[in-house]
Structures are given as structure tokens and as C-alpha cells.
């Protein structure tokens, strides 16, 4: 009896396998318009690989030999562009035109729910209202630098010291910069602190939760078909149920949070939640705007952090410039974390974390669904339904908008008059622009100088495998395989 009913079992599994399996595959044939034009061929045979390491290398050639700055995947029904007109045009003259749209929300509608960054309309107008007056206040800025001068001090410095004593160890940078960016953005936004940097390294159950989740969410979209991984969260199977599970994990985690609070009241705390509580009241849509917080500024300040460092370990002479603006700005025995009023002064480093994110944006590209037919400033036509790309990724290496040395890392490209000067938001949608822009901007421009100049001015940091980077497939520009380096005491610093 036992043994018919092993069998059944298998006969089944197998059977409902094979048939899913050839359902996601006539499904993928569907799909693909028929189209056999060379660009269309090369990204269904993957033939683009043999010449590129990278998706967007590939589309960023093809946008550099394209007249317009645009190209058409029609088997993706995708249109990419590294035009500043069409970019300006999509994020702010048409904006109510190129929404996110549904395709996009419910990729990560699971995990994010009706958070600011998945939604349109007038739930993200209102979201929009209470985080861009919340993260202007003083008070959250002052909070926000107690929180960083906390991190950096007590943990990210003793880890580099330790690292740097020890002569054989070397360090995975962009492992560490994840984990000191999740620190922080859980204390920022509720309160919680997760301690992924301490000491030994821990794997918080949150954050391997929080990460599961998000890669899972970035492989829907490479779905041959929503229908696959539709059908595969439908039956609860593989990477679906994983994703499941790990979702409840970080909710569950949000809602324990959240639960404290109230019952502690919103005024015992000064983070992000706290202030949030004030104006709303439905606990489920709280938990989903902390949790969009969480996506939106943790893995972007840890791929910037990354590339920066990558690109200073290439080129030493913008590191001693750096170097020698920090010493003469703030004196170099100085031992805190620069105040915010010391860093607006630093119009190098601003300009070199600019410089870096041109070549290394942690975005490399973004896209929306257009609501009803159009034409794009440079002429192309986009049909109803379509996805619309910008790449920033590709922007930053258009000769066209950065002249002949555009692949050089040259931060005084941003300098004018010793000064700092800002490049059109279109030109450089690093941060996106518009009705939407970052919201994290200036916050995050702040992490990111108080981190490098605190590892700057205290270690030499050499990056062992500086060969051109891998990106693993994801939301954010991510190292495959990490990003390892030597990191040794400066001999004459504090
Ligand atoms: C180097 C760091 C960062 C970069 C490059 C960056 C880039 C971006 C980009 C490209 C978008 C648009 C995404 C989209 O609409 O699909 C965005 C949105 C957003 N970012 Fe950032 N971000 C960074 C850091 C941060 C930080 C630290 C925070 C929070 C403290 C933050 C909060 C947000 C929010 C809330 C949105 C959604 C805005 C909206 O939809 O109205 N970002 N960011």
C-alpha cells in the first residue's frame, strides 16, 4: 500500500513538473515577437556574450552606435534610451504618462506591498507628501548623522583595524558595506539594529531574509513569463515558496516593531516609523512604507561604496586629492566624523563620489510602462503597454554627453571655479529625477563621504582583483563573487 502510494507520488511530481515545464516553455516561444532582426537575434541567442561581460555593456555599445541614443528590443517590447531629452521627458514633462505600472508593482508587490516604491497615484502621492517634509526635517538629519558617526565608530573602523593588523586577511568591501548600510538603514527607519557588523560577522536572520527576498523578487523579472512564476507562487513550488517564506520572516519582523512602538507610543523613538505613526494608522501600510525604505537605501549606498573604492584603488592621484582637500578643510588629526557643515565643503570628495557613481551607477537602469500611445522627443514611437527604459549605466559612457574621455574616472569634469558644480538631473538620472527623484539623495551623500573619508584618512585600501566587473543579475549593481582588498594602517594618520 505504502509502496502504490510512494509511486503515485512520483508519477504525479513528475508529471506536473514536465508539464510546467513545457507550459514555461511554449509560454517563453509565445513571448518572443517574432523578430529577426540582429539585435533581437543577438539577445535570444545570447550571442552578445561572446563580445560583452555584461547585459548593460552590450546595451550600452548598441546606445553609443545608435543615432538617436535609443534602441527597440521588440522581443521584450522594451525601448532603451540614453537620450536626455527622452529621459527628461518621461520622468518630468510626461511623467503622468510613464507610471511604474503593474507589471513592475507586482513583481515586488509581495514583498513591498503599497510601499512608496511600488506604487503610483495618489497612495504614492500621498507617501511622497509625508516622507519628502519627514526627511527634511532637521531633527531626522541630525539623527540620521548620530546613527552613521555610531556605525562608523564603534564598528566599521575597529573591523578595517582588525583587518588591517592582521597580515594574510583580506576583506570582501562590498560585503561590509552591505552589512554597514543594512545597520544603518534599520536604525534610521525603525529603530531595530540588526548588528550585521559586528565583530564576527553574523548572518542576521533578517538580513539573509531581507536579501533572499529581494534576489528572488529580481529573478520574477527575468521570467521568460509573469505566468511562470505566477503559476510557481499559485502552487507554492521552489523558488516561489522560498520567496514566501522569507517575506514572512522580514513582515513578521517589521510587524513585532511596529507592535512596540505602539504600545511604547510614537514619541519614545526618532527614526523614520516613528514619525510615519503620527499620520498613519493602518499598520499594514506602515510596515510596507519602512520595508520600501529598507530596498530603497540600503543596496544602493553599498554598490556606490563599492565602485568608489574600486575606482580609488585604480587611480591614486584623485585619492591623494582627497586626501590632501580633507586635511586642509578639516585638519588631519581630527578624529570624529565630519559635522554637516564641514562636508559641504569638501567639493572634491562630492565630486569624485559623482564622478564614480557616472561609471558605476548602483541603478544601472529603470524602467516604466507607458499608460497611452507616444512619441519620445527624439521621434521614436511607443505603443500603448510598452516598457520604457533609461540607463543611467550607458549614460554615464555616451561620449556624447560626456565628450571624448567620457570612460575616464575625472572628478574635476564636475569642478568649476574650485567649486562643485551639478550637471542636469537628465544627463545624470543617477538618482533618477523629476516627479520621482530620490528621495535619499542628500542623506545618502552623506553616508557615503562620512564613510569614505573616515576609512580614507585612517587606511591604505588596495583592491586585489581589479579586472572589469561581473554584476550579478538584480535590483541594484551587485559584485558576482564580491569585491576583496588589502586594507594596511597609514602609517603617519590619527
Ligand atoms: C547612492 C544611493 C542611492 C541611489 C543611487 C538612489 C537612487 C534612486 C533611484 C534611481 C530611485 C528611483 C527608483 C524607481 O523609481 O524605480 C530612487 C528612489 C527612492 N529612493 Fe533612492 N537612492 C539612493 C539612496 C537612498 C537612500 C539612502 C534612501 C532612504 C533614506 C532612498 C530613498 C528613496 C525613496 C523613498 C525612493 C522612492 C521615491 C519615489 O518613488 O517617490 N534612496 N532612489
Not at 251 to 272: F, H, T, W
Request: with cysteine.
Amino acid at each position: 500500500m505504502e509502496l502504490q502510494a510512494s509511486i503515485c507520488f512520483l508519477f504525479f511530481t513528475f508529471t506536473f513538473t514536465t508539464v510546467f515545464f513545457l507550459f514555461s516553455l511554449s509560454l517563453f516561444i509565445i513571448r518572443l515577437n517574432p523578430c529577426n532582426c540582429d539585435i533581437c537575434t543577438a539577445f535570444i541567442t545570447r550571442s552578445w556574450t561572446t563580445e560583452f561581460v555584461n547585459l548593460s555593456d552590450w546595451y550600452t555599445h548598441l546606445l553609443r552606435k545608435s543615432p538617436t541614443g535609443t534602441i527597440h528590443i521588440h522581443v521584450l517590447n522594451n525601448i532603451i534610451t540614453a537620450n536626455p531629452d527622452n529621459v527628461e521627458y518621461m520622468l518630468k514633462t510626461n511623467f503622468g504618462n510613464y507610471p511604474k505600472g503593474k507589471a513592475f508593482s507586482s513583481i515586488l508587490g509581495d514583498l513591498l506591498g503599497r510601499g512608496i516604491f511600488n506604487v503610483d497615484g495618489s497612495c504614492w502621492n500621498f507617501q511622497r507628501k509625508l516622507a519628502s517634509v519627514e526627511l527634511g526635517s532637521l531633527s531626522i538629519r541630525s539623527h540620521a548623522l548620530n546613527i552613521l558617526g555610531d556605525e562608523i565608530q564603534s564598528r566599521l573602523i575597529p573591523l578595517f583595524t582588525s583587518v588591517a593588523d592582521n597580515e594574510d586577511a583580506v576583506l570582501d568591501l562590498q560585503d561590509v558595506f552591505r552589512r554597514f548600510s543594512f545597520d544603518g538603514i534599520c536604525k534610521f527607519s525603525f529603530g531595530l539594529d540588526p548588528g550585521s557588523l559586528k565583530p564576527s560577522l553574523p548572518v542576521s536572520e533578517l538580513e539573509s531574509a531581507f536579501d533572499l527576498s529581494s534576489k528572488l523578487c529580481a529573478e520574477r523579472s527575468m521570467a521568460p513569463s509573469t505566468l511562470v512564476w505566477k503559476i510557481k507562487r499559485l502552487f507554492n513550488m521552489g523558488s516561489e515558496r522560498t520567496l514566501k517564506s522569507s517575506i514572512n520572516i522580514v513582515k513578521r519582523k517589521a510587524d513585532q516593531v511596529i507592535k512596540k512602538r505602539r504600545e511604547m507610543g510614537s514619541n519614545s523613538s526618532n527614526d523614520l516609523l516613528s514619525r510615519f505613526m503620527g499620520s498613519i494608522s493602518d499598520d499594514d501600510m506602515l510596515r510596507d512604507i519602512v520595508i520600501s525604505f529598507l530596498l530603497a537605501g540600503r543596496d544602493t549606498v553599498a554598490s556606490a561604496l563599492t565602485s568608489f573604492f574600486l575606482l580609488l584603488s585604480q587611480n591614486p592621484k584623485v585619492l591623494n586629492k582627497i586626501r590632501e582637500e580633507s586635511d586642509r578643510v578639516i585638519g588631519s588629526t581630527r578624529e570624529t566624523v565630519p559635522s554637516f557643515e564641514e562636508l559641504k565643503y569638501l567639493h572634491y570628495l562630492h565630486a569624485a563620489l559623482h564622478e564614480s557613481m557616472r561609471l558605476y551607477p548602483p541603478v544601472q537602469f529603470d524602467s516604466k510602462f507607458t499608460k497611452q500611445d507616444d512619441v519620445l522627443p527624439d521621434g521614436t514611437f511607443v505603443k500603448r503597454g510598452s516598457r520604457v527604459t533609461y540607463h543611467p549605466y550607458a549614460m554615464g559612457r555616451m561620449e556624447r554627453i560626456w565628450g571624448a574621455d567620457s570612460l575616464e574616472f575625472k572628478p574635476e569634469r564636475w569642478i568649476r571655479d574650485g567649486e562643485f558644480k551639478q550637471e542636469s538631473a537628465y544627463k545624470y538620472p543617477v538618482y533618477q529625477g523629476g516627479v520621482r527623484v530620490c528621495l535619499g539623495k542628500e542623506l545618502s551623500l552623506v553616508e557615503m563621504k562620512s564613510v569614505a573619508l573616515c576609512l580614507i584618512r585612517r587606511f591604505d585600501v588596495r583592491v586585489v582583483n581589479p579586472n572589469q566587473l561581473r554584476f550579478a543579475p538584480g535590483l541594484t549593481a551587485t559584485v558576482s563573487g564580491g569585491l576583496h582588498a588589502v586594507v594596511r594602517r597609514r602609517e603617519y594618520c590619527v
